[in-house]
């Protein structure tokens, strides 16, 4: 009767998988590589504590993700099923052609940063992952440089959505900061 078991079975004869897991810059390394693949219309790179996703040139005036920037979200998503410890900012961008309101494009930038919030909740990402969502309209010297990318014909570039996909210790660090400029004076 025992002769009829197939081998594999009996976790003596199992074969032991001897490669380790792949460490966190290891597997932040091949996800930058391999998003980096992914269309036009978007940008990976690696920053100080994760990885920054630009997915850019929405239509004017409107906040629908394109469909090229699914793949991507794609990848976000299982990036982030991978990495359980990472956590996800949310910043919308609008530029100066798509309201002379600064009001309407606040909304508008808050709308974009809503539409890949929601993007990332179809793919499974789970609500505790994603720590914060911001439309920061066009602010400062962003202003400026989409002044001048519209003169250029970039505009586009400036009607985006950035996702950081960030370790938790990143985010101490950034807190410390925020307390210790409140702290000089500084409006944060």
């Known amino acids: 009767m025992l002769r009829n078991r197939p081998v594999g079975i009996n976790p003596v004869h199992t074969p032991v998988n001897t490669t380790p897991p792949p460490s966190k810059a ?4 091949r996800f930058v590589e391999s998003a980096n693949r992914l269309g036009t219309h978007v940008q990976w790179w690696e920053v100080p504590g994760g990885v920054k996703l630009k997915l850019f040139d929405f239509a004017q005036g409107d906040a629908h993700v394109r469909a090229d920037h699914g793949p991507a979200l794609d990848d976000a998503a299982a990036f982030l099923a991978v990495s359980p410890w990472r956590r996800v900012w949310i910043i919308g961008n609008a530029d100066t052609l798509e309201s002379k309101n600064e009001k309407t494009l606040d909304w508008l930038s808050l709308r974009r940063a809503q539409r890949v919030w929601d993007q990332l909740a179809k793919r499974k990402v789970p609500k505790s992952q994603i720590i914060a969502m911001n ?6 010297a962003g202003a400026a440089i989409a002044a001048a990318a519209t003169k250029r014909g970039d505009a586009g570039q400036y009607r985006m959505v950035e996702v950081l996909l ?4 990143i985010q101490r660090v950034m807190e410390e900061q925020k307390a210790s400029l409140k702290a000089r004076g500084y409006e944060v």
Do not use: I, K, P, Q
């Open 26 to 29: 290891e597997e932040t390394r």
């Open 135 to 140: 439309g920061h309209g066009v602010m400062g």
């Open 166 to 169: 960030m370790n938790m210790t």
